[in-house]
Structure formats: structure tokens, C-alpha cells
């Protein structure tokens, strides 16, 4: 058997108990999209150097290879149909292989997101990972940016910061004191969890949403344009991670606003839904802050505990410059 179809047997041929649903072993995957319903899917790549360290734990990869792209589901109010996986590898190490496999496939199957299929090759360099998901949503109910409108409430999920933190730390562009205790943001940084129950709970409910991967300000930015209107965040109200209180105030702004790697979700809602949002939250196991307002005038105001105008210089994450 050819290494390459060795490595899928192996490693990624699952079952597949999903029903109407023809996974790995044919040219393509086959499944069936409920009645009323449209079928949602999301792209993303993870490269190393960029995306990942070279020695980051390939469990906690293979997971979050995964849940970045469930992040993209729950935030238009989707349920998972299935993935498919495409890896380029410089070498075939079966410990690692199996070591990604398990964290991708644990993950894969508490939000039933069935592996479908996907391909492998060699690289040249480091590993690229690629994953497809498949979703399925009410069309009447997705999550679409451009449905923000003055008035709604602004809310994030979870708390925001520690990603960031961990990348500078070890990057070594940030220090601690070495006697803090230190909470465990790595674990944020490696092992984030998809918002699928909330994000699942808000349709009907919420109006646009957003997963925040590339910083808070950026991400919700794109709302802002796509809804051509505006908002306003006051920054006392931003839920931080344990620890952040450490840093300075304008390392910890740039974590809260400018930090990415988060997978939590901005997103909108009326006034009159603030109840019905706190209860979705209770039934999600989460967290959600109220965190600001949209406004019909364009732009992001940032605002101090003094009222204050924050300056902006939160950009977020740069695929092409970082």
C-alpha cells in the first residue's frame, strides 16, 4: 500500500453514523442537507511558523485545527454536517499522526462533525493543515454580519486576552514577574473551544455575529461595513482572563481589543432580547458581556472609565504581514 493511502488507513478513517452520510473511502463525501434548510461552509489554513509553533503539542493541533473552523459555524448560528482534512507534511511521523488524529477526532466527535475525507502530500517546508466544514442553518435565522442595526446591544462571549498574552510571552516580546502566578493562557492559545451551543442558541435571537480570530476591534469591524453603521465599546466593560491584570494598561487593551486567536463571538442583539441572550448563555455553559452599542453613525469609538475617546491602535492580526 502506497504510504500515502497507509497514513489515511491508519490514522483518519472513522465511521460515519451519520445518516445519508458517505464518508472517507469514495472520490467524494456524500451527505444530505435537513428539509428548509442551507448548507454553510467555511475554509481555513494553519501553517506552521505562522499559525503554530513547530512544537506545539500535535493533540492540542489536531484540535484546534478543528475548532477554528466550528468557531466559523457557530457564529452564523449553524449546526456541524462534516469536515474534510488536507495535510502537507514534510515527513510521515506516525506518533505525531496519531497524536493530531486523536485531538481532531475527540473533538470532531462531541460536535458531530463527522470526518468526510481530504487528501495528503508531501511539503517542502513545514506542515500546512487544511480544513473544510460543512453546516446547516435556517436561512431565516443565520447570523449574517450585515444585520447589525442602531439600537442592538454589542456583546462578546467568553473573555478575551489570554491568547495574545501567551503568543507575546513566548515570543518573548512581553515579560512577567517571575514570582506571578501566571494562569495557564497557552492553554488559550493551543486548546480554544468552539461556541457552538451558544452560537446555536442565538439564531432567532441575535441579529449579526462574528468569531473573533483575528482581535475584537478588527473582527468587529467587519460588522460595522457590512451593516454601514457604527459602534461604541466601553473598554471597563471588556471581560479580561484571569492574569491580565499584570500587564500594563496598554498591553492589556491590545489583548483585549487587538488579540486574536480568541474563537469567542461578537455579535448583536435588540435591547428587548437581553433576558432571552442571558438564559442562551445559562443553557451554552458560557459566559456573555454586554459590552457597548451600534450606532448609526460609521466607525469604532473606544471608550475610557473617564468617557473618554480611546485611541486605536488595535489592528488585529494580519494574515499576509505577520
Known amino acids: 500500500m502506497a504510504p500515502e493511502f497507509d497514513l489515511i488507513r491508519r490514522h483518519f478513517t472513522w465511521p460515519v453514523t451519520m445518516a445519508g452520510t458517505l464518508g472517507v ?21 494553519l501553517v506552521e511558523g505562522r499559525h503554530f509553533f513547530p512544537d506545539v503539542d500535535p493533540r492540542a493541533l489536531g484540535h484546534k485545527s478543528l475548532a477554528v473552523n466550528l468557531s466559523d459555524l457557530a457564529a452564523m448560528g449553524a449546526q456541524p454536517a462534516g469536515c474534510v482534512l488536507g495535510l502537507a507534511l514534510p515527513d510521515i511521523d506516525h506518533d505525531w499522526l496519531a497524536a493530531f488524529a486523536a485531538g481532531f477526532r475527540a473533538l470532531s466527535e462531541r460536535a458531530n462533525c463527522p470526518l468526510l ?3 495528503t502530500t508531501r511539503s517542502l517546508s513545514g506542515r500546512t493543515i487544511s480544513v473544510t466544514i460543512f453546516g446547516y442553518v435556517d436561512p431565516a435565522q443565520a447570523l449574517r454580519r450585515d444585520a447589525a442595526r442602531p439600537g442592538d446591544d454589542l456583546w462578546v462571549s467568553g473573555r478575551l486576552g489570554a491568547a495574545h498574552a501567551a503568543l507575546q510571552v513566548m515570543l518573548e516580546k512581553w515579560s512577567v514577574p517571575a514570582d506571578a502566578p501566571v494562569p495557564d ?17 442565538l439564531a432567532g435571537l441575535a441579529h449579526a455575529a462574528i468569531d473573533i480570530s483575528d482581535g475584537l476591534a478588527q473582527d468587529l469591524g467587519h460588522i460595522l461595513v457590512a451593516s454601514a453603521c457604527g459602534a461604541r465599546i466601553d473598554c471597563t466593560l471588556l471581560p479580561a482572563a484571569d492574569g491580565l491584570q499584570m500587564l500594563d494598561e496598554v ?7 487587538g488579540g486574536g486567536d480568541v474563537y469567542q463571538l461578537c455579535f448583536t442583539a435588540a435591547p428587548g432580547q437581553r433576558d432571552a441572550i442571558l438564559q442562551a448563555a445559562v443553557a451554552a455553559d458560557t459566559q456573555v458581556t454586554r459590552i457597548g452599542v451600534i450606532e448609526p453613525q460609521t466607525g469604532l469609538r473606544l471608550i475610557d472609565a473617564q468617557g473618554r475617546i480611546v485611541a486605536d491602535g488595535f489592528a488585529g492580526f494580519d494574515h499576509f504581514r505577520a
Open 25 to 45: 473511502g469514495d472520490d467524494c463525501a456524500l451527505f444530505l442537507p435537513p428539509a428548509g434548510r442551507q448548507v454553510a461552509v467555511s475554509t481555513d489554513l
Open 117 to 119: 475525507g481530504g487528501d
Open 185 to 201: 493562557w497557552r492553554q488559550a492559545l493551543e486548546h480554544p473551544e468552539p461556541q457552538l451551543a451558544l452560537g446555536g442558541r
Open 251 to 257: 498591553q492589556r487593551l491590545e489583548a483585549l481589543l
